[in-house]
């Protein structure tokens, strides 16, 4: 499922070989999850306006090398939409069929997001920020809750007490920034034990081990 914007279009570069109008394919959109799939037509148009196989336009034939192909999606601007390649063929003669690459969404929402590692930090350990936005980032503001600060894209930081800080990204994109808080829980972790004894002695000693 993808997030269209206004003026969203699919591109992708593909190479394929199909028996001329008898197997072929061709692109459809609907809305995420429900519905009926719509053709989208490709800019310049399909190949063939018939294709045996698949009942519709498509493509078809062979496309000789690889081919970059777009798609205009604006007419699904707001929406969430899933994309289906249907592919079609008979049982007669045998091609080496359809290979796509480089699938480009140009005007999908971009989304900020971010995960942390250690989950559940301690005191003083430090923490690795892995910045998972989409799409191409201009840059990256991180604030950490606790008056910490950074632009790298993947920093690390360190909480010098325990609570529950609020972590928050602001990602760059083209459109404006977009945000993502994550609550980070830092806790105080295990003290260390220690006692004093002179050669000679004898002792125990008993520990809880949480």
């Given at each position: 499922?993808?997030?269209?914007?206004?003026?969203?279009?699919?591109?992708?570069?593909?190479?394929?070989?199909?028996?001329?109008?008898?197997?072929?394919g061709?692109?459809?959109?609907?809305?995420?999850?429900?519905?009926?799939?719509?053709?989208?037509?490709?800019?310049?148009?399909?190949?063939?306006?018939?294709?045996?196989?698949?009942?519709?336009?498509?493509?078809?034939?062979?496309?000789?090398?690889w081919?970059?192909?777009?798609?205009?999606?604006?007419?699904?601007?707001?929406?969430?939409?899933?994309?289906?390649?249907?592919?079609?063929?008979?049982?007669?003669?045998?091609?080496?069929?359809?290979?796509l690459?480089?699938?480009?969404?140009?005007?999908?929402?971009?989304?900020?997001?971010?995960?942390?590692?250690?989950?559940?930090?301690t005191?003083?350990?430090?923490?690795?920020?892995?910045?998972?936005?989409?799409?191409?980032?201009?840059?990256?503001?991180?604030?950490?809750?606790?008056?910490?600060?950074?632009?790298?894209?993947?920093?690390s930081?360190?909480?010098?007490?325990?609570?529950?800080?609020?972590?928050?990204?602001?990602?760059?994109?083209?459109?404006?920034?977009?945000?993502?808080?994550?609550?980070?829980?830092?806790?105080?972790?295990?003290?260390?034990?220690?006692?004093?004894?002179?050669?000679?002695?004898?002792?125990?000693?008993?520990?809880?081990?949480?």
């Amino acid at each position: 499922a993808v997030p269209v914007s206004g003026g969203g279009r699919i591109s992708f570069w593909h190479w394929y070989a199909f028996e001329s109008g008898y197997d072929g394919g061709n692109l459809s959109v609907r809305p995420s999850g429900s519905g009926s799939y719509t053709l989208v037509t490709p800019e310049g148009g399909y190949p063939s306006s018939d294709v045996s196989a698949l009942g519709q336009p498509g493509f078809t034939g062979s496309s000789g090398s690889w081919q970059e192909v777009s798609f205009d999606l604006s007419a699904w601007a707001g929406q969430t939409v899933d994309l289906r390649w249907h592919f079609a063929s008979d049982y007669s003669i045998e091609e080496l069929g359809w290979y796509l690459d480089d699938l480009t969404v140009a005007g999908a929402e971009h989304v900020a997001d971010f995960e942390f590692d250690p989950p559940t930090p301690t005191v003083g350990e430090p923490v690795l920020f892995t910045d998972r936005s989409s799409g191409p980032v201009a840059g990256w503001s991180w604030d950490f809750g606790d008056g910490g600060s950074s632009t790298e894209q993947n920093p690390s930081h360190a909480f010098g007490a325990e609570g529950v800080y609020e972590v928050t990204l602001t990602a760059g994109y083209p459109e404006g920034p977009r945000m993502r808080t994550r609550p980070v829980s830092v806790g105080v972790g295990a003290g260390v034990f220690s006692d004093g004894f002179e050669s000679g002695d004898t002792g125990a000693w008993s520990v809880t081990v949480p």
